[in-house]
């Protein structure tokens, strides 16, 4: 919530010269279509047309930009994996050095651009994470109940910080 609610709004504000408020409501089917179907690719053709009518994004920007997004600006991924690391091995009792946290960020990161903008990707992308410190991959099933609705939180973070960046190069272009 704090990436999405503070940081791309302060993209948006300091960066593309939209009002805040203009954003979330140009993106708001986007960002309904990708709670709904976990699915940064899925959700492609309404970001498109959101960015397009809603938020004046050039066409040839908005064709480049958001399924270039969509395929490796998994920063929802990227934080979820972080985050889940860093929770299982705080329920195994594991410390983790400041080398093992370096570590999960540069593995999430990496993990998060080759994760596929399909649903439930991220869970087989956080054993690589896992492994990376030797975190136990049956920690994994702590989470399982949950996945669904986090999967569905993060695509919504994954598909506004495609938005953000179409938006930005927008403004840049003109």
């Known amino acids: 919530m704090v990436h999405q609610i503070l940081f791309n709004s ?17 993106i708001l089917p986007a960002l309904l279509v990708s709670f709904s179907t976990s699915s940064s690719n899925a959700t492609l053709p309404v970001s498109i047309e959101c960015a397009e009518k809603n ?40 410390p983790l050095t400041l080398v093992d946290q370096l570590t999960i960020i540069l593995t999430a990161t990496l993990a998060a651009i080759g ?20 975190i136990p991959l049956e920690g994994i ?11 569905m939180a993060r695509t919504v973070v994954n598909i506004t910080g495609d938005i953000s960046c179409a938006c930005y190069i927008n403004h840049q272009e003109r």
């Open 10 to 26: 302060a993209v948006i504000r300091f960066m593309t010269g939209l009002k805040v408020k203009e954003f979330w409501r140009g």
């Open 141 to 151: 099933a702590l989470i399982l109940g949950v996945e669904r609705f986090l999967d």
């Open 55 to 94: 938020l004046k994004v050039k066409p040839e920007i908005a064709s480049f930009v958001l399924p270039l997004g969509a395929t490796v600006n998994m920063n929802g991924t990227a934080i979820y994996q972080g985050v889940t690391a860093v929770f299982i091995a705080a329920v195994y009792g594991m």
């Open 115 to 134: 994760t596929a903008g399909a649903p439930q990707v991220g869970v087989i992308m956080l054993t690589l994470v896992l492994q990376s410190v030797g």
